[in-house]
């Protein structure tokens, strides 16, 4: 795809005013106003107005000196686009001042409002706001629609936690100690702030502030929550990192979904194959609300920051970061003009391996029906059955089995991702092979794994991925999904929204020990993909139960030794969604 050469930033462009807005509770919330230049400086001067977009921060706003510095600026490419942008430290952090006992807590989201309120009624604003942002950023632009706000026009929420327990911090109950330590310890660092240097004003301090009120607004931080130990107690849903604490609670946008809906607004949700659990959320919430969305699923590292089709490595970015904000600015323009895209709700996917862009307004597409592959003798997937009256291959954990340090899940604290050759590490597993494929095949969907399972432990992960092995060797990762044992049972409680495989809680309530040598049926999701495997490679399903450089260990450094089932009355096997009239 031809691209146009991001211009090189100028600093008579664009302005920015730098401020304090205070909240219900006398908290001041650092607040940064990136104009076009000429911006209206008093109410009834006659200078021009802009719709705003509005950006709540976890990671500090942009000031000037940073805009002009970016190779490339998200903030001034839509004030190129005749927005204004409206940077927001949410408290606690930045030159904001109070603390946060909890992320994304209820107290944070009502500030939403307040600055919603603040905003609409300035002079450089037209009374219609926006919101979008990554990662953070987007699920605040999401948990703003709670409050239904008036001025509030359309949405873009990009790679977002629609479920951040199942999606993030605990992906089928398995503690994701990789983004927990490394996220913790970004967050303790913003946190402390710019060094006390008296001779120095910080580049984030608010206008007119010669750094008092920046080193009184840090000192607040010190009351912040310690994120490392409160994310190192996740075991259930509910409890660790999203429990009450000093009167305020987290908030799971899966959890608000009816709120969600009172105050749904157009929203251009983006999200990836290959970003830990973003594509996952993004289906659950097209199946869960009643709202009018339209979903971007491409193949890219969290924020679209690089391409990640595992086919094509190294491949340039596309679309390129500044066609990602022309897309959005669209979208924001068209709802502003009162014609939001159609149909209502739609998913706009890539199929990784080709590179082929599809749209639809049902998932999966309709051309999709599911095919089984069943674990066979000799380390075999095949199409039938077993008949065996009595079959199961064993295998010991390896505890040091690895996916590496730059994958799905580490790209969210901003990595690259690059799996590679996976037959080293498939050595290590348990594996099971397919035979090559005649002709090109297309998975769209969700795999569903089923295995009947006997351990020698009351506890353990169980990890599946789905691989695609070349004819010279070479293996190709797709997508994995696991499950925790100890969360295996049926969830008492009605589910959160519309998932895939067996409804599970992860709530202590349903929390059981395996029984020790006993076969159980263990059944979960595979996290979605849309991928073309070539003629001649082979499908492989990998076993594992552990990911040292991702999650917890939850035996204790011990090692289990399984029995995986293939019999007539056990059968273990995989449901693949394959696509029979896929967009070549």
């Not at 000031?63 to 002009?68: D, G, H, I, R, S």
């Not at 999401?142 to 936690?161: C, G, N, Q």
């Not at 970015?317 to 209502?344: K, M, S, W």
């Not at 076969?519 to 594992?544: K, N, Q, T």
Request: with cysteine.
């Amino acid at each position: 795809m031809p691209t146009e050469p991001t211009p090189t930033p100028r600093e008579d462009e664009f302005d920015v005013t730098s401020v304090h807005v205070p909240m219900r509770d006398g908290v001041r919330l650092a607040v940064s106003i990136l104009t076009p230049p000429g911006r209206s400086q008093a109410r009834g001067d006659g200078g021009a107005r802009w719709p705003a977009i509005i950006v709540f921060t976890r990671y500090g706003r942009a000031m000037k000196p940073a805009v002009l510095a970016a190779p490339f600026s998200e903030s001034l490419a839509f004030v190129r686009h005749g927005f204004t942008v409206v940077q927001v430290d949410v408290r606690g952090t930045g030159a904001s001042f109070g603390h946060r006992k909890v992320e994304k807590g209820r107290i944070e989201i009502e500030d939403y409002r307040e600055i919603f309120d603040w905003a609409a009624a300035e002079p450089w604003c037209d009374g219609r706001l926006l919101s979008t942002g990554v990662s953070y950023l987007g699920n605040a632009a999401e948990a703003s629609l709670v409050h239904d706000h008036p001025a509030l026009v359309a949405v873009a929420p990009r790679f977002t936690d629609f479920d951040i327990y199942e999606h993030l911090l605990a992906p089928g109950g398995m503690p994701n100690i990789s983004f927990a330590t490394a996220w913790s310890a970004i967050t303790a660092t913003l946190d402390k702030g710019a060094p006390a240097d008296v001779d120095a004003v910080p580049a984030n301090a608010v206008d007119g502030d010669d750094g008092t009120l920046y080193r009184a607004a840090v000192a607040e931080h010190a009351d912040n929550a310690d994120l490392a130990k409160r994310f190192a107690e996740i075991v259930y849903r509910g409890e660790g990192s999203a429990a009450a604490t000093g009167g305020d609670r987290a908030v799971n946008l899966c959890e608000a979904a009816r709120d969600l809906e009172r105050g749904a607004r157009p929203a251009f949700h983006w999200g990836s194959w290959m970003d830990a659990g973003t594509a996952a959320g993004l289906i659950a919430r097209f199946h869960s609300l009643d709202a009018p969305q339209r979903v971007k699923i491409g193949a890219w590292t969290h924020g679209a920051m690089q391409a990640a089709d595992p086919f094509h490595e190294g491949e340039p970015l596309a679309p390129t970061r500044q066609q990602q904000v022309d897309e959005i600015a669209r979208f924001f323009n068209d709802c502003l003009a009162g014609t939001p895209p159609l149909p209502r709700k739609s998913i706009e996917y890539v199929t990784m391996g080709s590179g082929v862009w599809s749209q639809t307004d049902v998932w999966p597409p309709r051309s999709v029906a599911s095919a089984r592959l069943y674990l066979a003798p000799g380390n075999s997937l095949a199409d039938t059955a077993p008949t065996n009256a009595e079959a199961a291959d064993t295998y010991t954990v390896d505890p040091t089995a690895t996916t590496g340090r730059l994958n799905r899940w580490t790209t969210q604290v901003g990595t690259d991702i690059h799996y590679g050759d996976r037959a080293p590490a498939d050595a290590r597993l348990l594996t099971y092979t397919a035979a090559p494929l005649a002709a090109p095949i297309t998975l769209t969907g969700t795999p569903l794994v089923t295995l009947h399972v006997a351990s020698s432990h009351a506890d353990g992960n169980f990890i599946a991925y789905l691989e695609a092995v070349a004819p010279d060797g070479l293996v190709v990762y797709l997508t994995e999904g696991g499950l925790r044992a100890l969360h295996r049972g049926p969830s008492s409680t009605p589910p959160l929204y519309v998932r895939p495989g067996p409804p599970r809680s992860f709530r202590r309530a349903d929390g059981a020990p395996l029984p020790i040598g006993t076969f159980v049926d263990l059944c979960f999701p595979l996290l979605p993909l849309s991928a073309r495997i070539p003629a001649g490679y082979a499908l492989r399903l990998a076993l594992s139960g552990a990911d040292e450089d991702i999650f917890a260990d939850v035996t204790h450094g011990e090692a289990p030794r399984w029995r995986v089932a293939r019999s007539i009355a056990r059968a273990s096997f995989i449901d693949l969604p394959v696509d029979h009239n896929p967009v070549e």
